[in-house]
């Protein structure tokens, strides 16, 4: 790996804990979809699996008071940001004790103290809620950057072009993480994006962009934190695509005729928690023994999460009237 440089920067406590942050979203997912598969988990479920290290590199190079705004397949930046596990399941059951009180479900976690404003389904219909979230950030004078996170399906949205050209006018601090996993839902990138390079278009807006490569958890978060002191400092938005891949289908139901096991198996040899495991085991930081209990415990965190959840109760039938206008 060429993270060395990066890697010897970091204490060791933070190295080990982006690996137990990926593998917890790895486990929680893999668990995830077998609860689904057992009909506790109605409705969609879109696995992160294989882009752990997007969520994870970005998510720690944020600061606390930041923002995360995301689309649908945001389990990932839930579990980055601290929101409990069993929370973050019970939501996925449509349990009273869910992130989102059990009306969410997958596709649209809150945790707004945690500064995660949602998980949104419509495809890109959350990047001017980002822009508004950097709106109010600047005219209030606070030090806050909305990161949107949005696929490469999301680019080609007018209302993307619409937020980012306000956003680039009035220098509002968001950064646009655009995670580039190479299909939308079954169309590849080449047969729905006329351009060559996505990084670059914000370039008629004023808006520069960077690309990473989105299976090295270090390399994200020097990015990230590149990115996001660039966009605190007062320059006006910027864009930083990471390339990834999702290892599962687009979603549970996805027989996946559109693309090929080769490119997939490609994409699996360099996966993001088994590079960075090994990368750890080479460089000295992390033994056999280390990695079990490591596994071990976050296998625990999953199962409390999987109790939890089952054990929580349904939302009352008057909670289907609260929070559907503000009192
Ligand atoms: C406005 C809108 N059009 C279509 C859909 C149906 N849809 C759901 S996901 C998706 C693909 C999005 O792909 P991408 O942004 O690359 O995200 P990924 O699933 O790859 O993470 C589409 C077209 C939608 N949810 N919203
Ligand atoms: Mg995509």
Redesign the pocket.
Known sequence: MADMALAERLDKALLVDLLRQMLLIRRFEEKAAEMYARGHIGGFL?LYIGEEAVAVGAVSAMQPQDYIVS???DHGYALARGSPPGRVMAELFGKATGLSRGKGGSMHLFDVPRGMWGGY?????HVPLAVGLALASKRKGENRVAVCF?????IN?GVFFEAMNMASLWKLPVLFFI?N?G???GTAVERAFAGKDIYRIGQGHNVPGQQVDGMQVLEVREATATALEQVRSGGGPRILEALTF?FRG?SMADPELYRSKDEAARWMERDPIVTYRRYLGEQDMLSQEETDALEREVGATVDEAVRFAQESPDPEPEALYQNVYLD
Not at 150 to 154: N, Q, R, S, W
């Open positions: 879109h689309h649908y397949r389904a419509i495809v890109a219909g949005l696929g490469d399906g999301a949205q995670e996993n299909y939308g839902m999702r687009h």
